[in-house]
Structures are given as structure tokens and as C-alpha cells.
């Protein structure tokens, strides 16, 4: 009787532990659609450049540059009279600024883009934003990321501090994704999405503080600037980065937590439209 009963357990889990199994190639196909459709952007956008991946690297560091010569003899007060710290302060900022704006921008067109494809093959359009991301955080990964893990390492000397980046970071990564999945799919029912998605980054610029340090901001209005997530993911990175003191555990939890619910509601949105994505493409 015993036998029968083990027999009976083991028969019946083996289709929850086959259905397991079913979903890896797909999971492994998932992954090389992305792979492919990230370095094939990669290759179409920097395809005969001299500095390929880190022309990246120009426009934080031109803007740095312009900030500083503008608004570093004001602000750098606030950075205790340290103008290098208001050029880091700076760098930080646009760095997490172009990538958000940059990733999301670009995976916004990319189903509607590709839509010749996905008639003709059957591929999950979410392949197409998310591979967008992709190819971003491995320019993030080769450019900038060396450069704030060195900034990183030399302010507070303690390698603790360098891997604590990789937490905003990740929130960073989570937020842009929820955001490319959302405005892919929506871009498809209603093609004036560009134009007012310049005004939804124009605003995450503005109320997030990249060339003015958040204390220059008065009490009053700050407290709405908390429900910007990028601000939120910039203070928690200099803080890591520039402060010298050890990362602050509820600004890193707060910045993961801002991008894991931007992906969800993402992620939400995009599967909600998905359903009469192909009609509309």
C-alpha cells in the first residue's frame, strides 16, 4: 500500500517538474532574441565610429562641463566650497539622467518599428524594448560605470561602497525597463506619445536635482520631489559614491524599491495592451 502511495506522489509531480522544464527553452530563447536584438543595436548605432560605445561618455561630460561653468561659482557652497565635488555631483546625475531618458526614448518606436517583423515571425514584441535596455546597461556597464566605481573607491577607500552601487543601479535599470515596456505598448494606440513623453522627461529632469544640489530646493516643494523615482535613485548614488560615509541602507531600499514598482506597473501596463498590439501595428 505504501508503495502505491510513494508511486502516486511521485507521478503526481512529475508534470508540475516536466512543465518546469518545458518553459526553459523558452525562458533560453527569450534570452537569445535579446542578446541579438541588443548587439545588433549596438552595431547599427555605433557602426563606423572611432569611439564606437564611448561616445556615451560625451554628453554627461559636456554637460558637466557647461553646469559647472554656469551654476559651480553659485552652488559649490553647498558641496562644502568644492567645486570638484559639485563636478562629480554633476556627473552622477546625468549619467543615471541620459541613461533613463536615452534607454526609454529609444524603446519607445521599437515595436511599432518593427512591426514588418512581428507579421512575419512570431516573436514576443516585448523582445524589442527590453533588448533596447539591454544594449543600455551594457554601454552603462563599459562607460560610465568604470568611472563611478573609480570615484566610488577613491572617496570612501572601501570596496563595500563600490559594490553598494550596483543596488541604485539596478533600480535605475528596473524603472527604465517598466518605462520602455509601458511606452512601447502604448505608443501603438497613440502615435503623439513622443512628443508628450519629451514633456514626462522634461519634468523628471527639472524636479530631479542634477545641476542643483536637492538642499538648495525649499522644504516646502521638496517633499513633492521625493515622488520623483529618479530623484530618489541620484541621491542614493551620490551618496555611495561621493559622500565618503557607508552606503545608506534606506536609500538604497528606497531606490530599488522605486524601480521594482515602476516595473511592475510596467510590466502591467504592457500586458494589458499586448492583446491588440498586432492589430494596431
Known amino acids: 500500500m505504501l508503495v502505491k502511495m510513494n508511486r502516486t506522489a511521485v507521478s503526481s509531480e512529475q508534470p508540475g517538474a516536466a512543465q518546469l522544464f518545458a518553459l526553459s527553452p523558452a525562458v533560453r530563447r527569450y534570452r537569445d532574441l535579446v542578446f541579438v536584438n541588443a548587439v545588433r543595436s549596438l552595431k547599427v548605432r555605433y557602426r563606423g565610429s572611432f569611439l564606437g560605445i564611448y561616445w556615451s561618455l560625451s554628453n554627461p561630460i559636456l554637460m558637466t562641463l557647461v553646469y559647472t561653468t554656469i551654476f559651480g561659482s553659485a552652488f559649490a557652497s553647498y558641496y562644502g566650497g568644492s567645486l570638484l565635488q559639485y563636478v562629480l555631483s554633476c556627473f552622477t546625475g546625468l549619467v543615471i ?15 511599432v518599428g518593427n512591426s514588418g517583423l512581428l507579421n512575419k515571425i512570431a516573436l514576443p514584441p516585448s523582445v524589442f524594448p527590453v533588448s533596447m535596455i539591454a544594449a543600455q546597461t551594457f554601454q552603462l556597464c563599459i562607460g560610465a560605470l568604470p568611472l563611478l566605481a573609480i570615484v566610488t573607491l577613491v572617496t570612501s577607500g572601501n570596496a563595500v561602497n563600490v559594490l553598494a552601487l550596483f543596488v541604485p543601479l539596478a533600480g535605475m535599470v528596473l524603472l527604465s525597463l517598466g518605462f520602455a515596456l509601458a511606452v512601447s505598448a502604448l505608443f501603438a494606440y497613440f502615435r503623439d506619445l513622443p512628443y508628450m513623453y519629451e514633456l514626462v522627461v522634461f519634468a523628471m529632469w ?16 521638496r517633499v513633492y520631489l521625493q515622488f520623483n523615482p529618479l530623484a530618489t535613485i541620484i541621491e542614493s548614488v551620490r551618496q555611495i559614491a561621493l559622500s565618503g560615509t557607508r552606503p545608506s541602507l534606506h536609500l538604497m531600499a528606497a531606490s530599488l524599491f522605486a524601480g521594482a514598482l515602476a516595473f511592475v506597473v510596467g510590466a502591467s501596463i504592457f500586458f494589458c495592451l499586448r492583446k491588440r498590439l498586432m492589430d494596431l501595428i
Open 206 to 221: 527639472i524636479t530631479s536635482p542634477i545641476f542643483y544640489p536637492s538642499a538648495f530646493v525649499p522644504e516646502r516643494v
Open 97 to 111: 539622467l541620459n541613461f533613463f531618458s536615452g534607454s526609454t526614448s529609444m524603446a519607445l518606436p521599437t515595436i
